[in-house]
């Protein structure tokens, strides 16, 4: 099943959303959009967990 995510998901107003084939190849696109949107989030462990937990399959 592909993974999905947006940043609405996470409480964000941002209109982006992603998805891919596994949840490996998704984070490498969660991490390149909040390096490039959301510099004010810090990718600690923690974070990506909860991230993580939002992960939808579609």
């Keep these: 099943m592909t993974k999905s995510i947006s940043c609405h998901d996470a ?3 941002c209109e ?3 998805s891919a084939p596994t ?4 984070m ?6 909040v390096k490039a949107e ?6 600690t ?5 909860n991230i993580k937990t ?3 399959e579609i």
Excluded: M
């Design 11 to 13: 409480g964000k107003d």
């Design 16 to 18: 982006w959303s992603a």
């Design 23 to 26: 949840e490996n190849e998704l």
């Design 28 to 33: 490498v696109k969660i991490e390149e959009h």
């Design 38 to 43: 959301h510099k004010e989030i810090e990718l």
């Design 45 to 49: 462990p923690e974070n990506v967990a």
């Design 54 to 56: 939002l992960i939808k």
